[in-house]
T-cell receptor, first 113, second 112 residues
């Protein structure tokens, strides 16, 4: 079946460095992608989204890149801070329609002081 | 503004008991989602409602699980009877758009 997966389950970076979290998706029909951040003991929190008709979108310290040719999604976090330590999930709408999100397995990002 | 509210935050029960999880979505949101999160399976959608009507319950594991949304401000997820393999964190999320979902803090369920 269709799936959303992540290349790396864990990632450690030094505080102040930039980080890149990657995600591979398999459903070419997906038209919307979202990145969520989940801190320990909390629910996932929306970070940034991108539609399939775009290849880049920027937020505050975050940038999402979409490469539909290779079905790849990435989240770039600039100048990482200790508060960025969390598990990051990508999600796609999948073939069942816009409201039903399919989540990836998640990547744990650790910011080292 | 209050976000999605879930209760209880923690629930420990014995196998065979009935468990009821509760959710209050953000006021004005017309879509509500129930998810389950485990280490093995990640975050899975169980069921979602639009305007209090169940739209897709294909993620509900089996007949022991049921969900209701009697009005726009309240939903329940019930497990009867509960089993140890139901142990997980259950999240409720709500949305006013097609895409951006706001998650509650979750209910950590432990079935012994």
């Amino acid at each position: 079946g269709e799936s959303v997966g992540l290349h790396l389950p864990t990632l450690s970076v030094q505080e102040g460095d930039n980080s890149i979290i990657n995600c591979a998706y398999s459903n070419s029909a997906s038209d919307y992608f979202i990145w969520y951040k989940q801190e320990s003991g909390k629910g996932p929190q929306f970070i940034i989204d991108i539609r399939s008709n775009m290849d880049k979108r920027q937020g505050q310290r975050v940038t999402v890149l979409l490469n539909k040719t290779v079905k790849h999604l990435s989240l770039q976090i600039a100048a990482t801070q200790p508060g960025d330590s969390a598990v990051y999930f990508c999600a796609e709408t999948g073939e069942w329609g816009a409201q039903k999100l399919v989540f990836g397995q998640g990547t744990r990002l650790t910011i080292n002081p | 503004d209050a976000g999605v509210i879930q209760s209880p935050r923690h629930e420990v029960t014995e196998m065979g008991q009935e468990v009821t999880l509760r959710c209050k979505p953000i006021s004005g949101h017309n879509s509500l989602f129930w998810y389950r999160q485990t280490m093995m399976r990640g975050l899975e959608l169980l069921i979602y409602f639009n305007n209090n009507v169940p739209i897709d319950d294909s993620g509900m594991p089996e007949d022991r699980f049921s969900a209701k949304m009697p009005n726009a401000s309240f939903s329940t997820l019930k497990i009867q009877p509960s089993e140890p393999r139901d142990s997980a964190v259950y999240f409720c999320a709500s949305s006013s758009t097609h895409y951006e979902q706001y998650f509650g803090p979750g209910t950590r369920l432990t079935v012994t």
